[in-house]
């Protein structure tokens, strides 16, 4: 098989539920070697009940979920070191100071890049004091930033960051995504992300998920979604003769319009264009989340 | 009542609301109870009142941390200093407050005792030191070093001048002392903003939610996040041999020990040690002098309480607390290659818990045995720390457990902790009165090799349960 195209991360019909509340429903993923995906969902759709189910850390109650070719729930230690994870809490191990954590995550891999620690530490901000401050004295910021060291040093095969972003200020973010760029994705090291900045998943992620209903509802290379996707408005008696192959949802206003989410062909695109009775109207990201996740 | 006073006091009546009102009912129902059970039932009307008192007292303390509590919340540097008059609104609601509760416990003990002054004077004390705690926690060990000076410094003249100046006399004296500390300790509860001010409100803020948290969950640390003391050191050195041997030797895999450095320092046997330690050198210091007041009996049991069942009731609580506290630490660790395979992590783990039980049970029971055997001498001794030691065994059966399924703490359980460490010194007295001349060293061997086999057999039984790590994903509340 083709490195390439190596399944690293596969889950079929996976379904996880809270009490009477569903939040994954039979749902399918794959991710190849070196795709890096930004995972998108409203709050509460479920984005990091996924990453953990795809991790092990939490049981399905249906469906299964393999890493490496491995069940998630019986992981050898070869896959789980080479899985790199950076939980959405950022307080972690409080009550050490940043070296302390990263010499004890030494001490848990085979494999340590203290070259590549020590390179992050310093251009991160960790030269000084803040190396030796216990972790519950820092800043959120620096907090979430020493998480990614962690999860980057032991140079991961699979990468699984749970809002990796959300406390770093744009510094912080344009640093991460630089590192993020320029050590990981050359790497080959697969990526998955979630996170509700939009801008910065623009500038990462070559792919998008978007997580809706517990499902994943819609899938691509970001920069052909933004191409294709479209959103089609018109009477109704105009919109409910059109059949697009790409349809993700139709929506009927109370105007009595009609407006179809879809991704269009150059075909279909230049067709409806070419329609008087329609409206077509490119989205961006913005208008994609929005739309594909009401 | 204005509309601005009124708002101040609804706050701690809506919060009681909100957190539930048993705790209320039953000290109210606990004073009628006292009542009837002394009064009525053993026709002894001053123990009926003084145990009505005792339940009564009580509730106005309950309630003086709720307004407290309030107070300080409603305090908060923002609304102090914009809100006009907000901050000496709260002083003054405060004020009256402590006056009326100290009042209250003055009347309700007082009347029973006999004493008015001195238990108005020890409700004023009390109600103030409680608040001070707030602000100053170390003062918490100011009981400790009363019971200590009280020990080796002789009192006589203080008795001698209280007798000669009289009940009232002592309390306008301490009164007034308390009017005069008053000013001080307002101003340190309740600034008016500043750097100061809002470093005090978030640390309250925090401690607040911590031990709201406490009331729900098996064990929970009392404040959010408290930097590494002394007690941690021997967890430190433990970490450091760890990551030094790492570094130089080759990577070994599937060891539970590594784990548990990720469950922080209070659930490391250290302070648990160091503890033992401190209570032993401090009790063969002070030459029997501590245990002199109490008699055999309430020697031997405060010994087995405070070296036997402290220690062991510690290391558990903070087990279960760092197990539900640092769930995001565990996902980290069950991923890392150091983690034992899922099918043989419950295995590892349960014993590498009851491995860290043993060593403080260990030193537990040998630091009371030797305190014992040279202090308090005797056959006595000896049933009471082997009893207590045997019966401290089974609490290792708490560690191996379904962690994967930790709910919040049932209240069957609450009750059967209570009625543990009610039922123990009576346990001890009686054992101590039934063999005088001999150790049943044979019933004391049963009973630990019960909480052995109990213990096994959970141990056993948590092999086959969910892994342990992340604690309570699959609890339900």
Redesign the interface.
Known sequence: MNATNMTLVQADGLQKSFGRQPVLRGLDWQLRQGQVVGLLGRNGAGKSTLLECLLGLRETDGGSATLFGEPVMALSEAARARVGYVPQKAELFEWLTPVQMLDYFRALYPRWNDVLVHGLLTRWGFDGEAKIKPIGRLSGGERQRLSIIRALAHEPDLLVLDEPVASLDPVGRRDFLRELIGTVIERDTTVVFSTHILSDLERVALDVAFLHEGRIGLQGPLDELLESARRVTGTAAAVDVLRLQGEIRRERHADGTVSVLARLSDVEAAALDATPALRTEALNLEDLFVEVTK | MSGAWGAILRQPVLAWRLQGTWGTWALLAGAVLGFCGFGIGMRDWRAGVVAAGVSLAALVVVWWFQLLGSAIRQNEPALACLIPHQRRRIVTVVAWAWLAGSLAIGIVLGVGLNHFGYALLAGAATLMYFAALQRLPTLALVPLAIIAVTKFVPLQPVAALVKTLGETAITAIGLLVLAILAPPLARLLFPRGGDAHIAWQRQFVDRAKALKAAQGIPGQEWTV????TWP?RLY?AG??R??E???IAP?R??RAD?LL??L??SAHPGPALLGILAVTLLALASGGNLLAAMGLQGSVVQLCLLLLVMPLAAHIHAVTTAMQRFR??Q?????????P???DFNRRFGSALLRRFAVVWLASTAGAALVGAIMIPGVQTQVAVGLTAALGLPMAACLVRDYASMRRLSAGTLVAVLAGIVALPLVLNGGMALWRTHAPWTLIGGLALLAVCVTYYRWRRMQSL??AF?AG??A?D
């Open positions: 996040w408290r930097g590494s941690d430190f970490l450091r760890l990551s041997r790492a570094a990577w895999g599937g590594v450095m990720a922080g320092g995001a630490e996902a980290l660790l069950r991923l890392s290659p150091a983690a395979a899922s099918a969910p892994v992340p994903r699959l339900n």
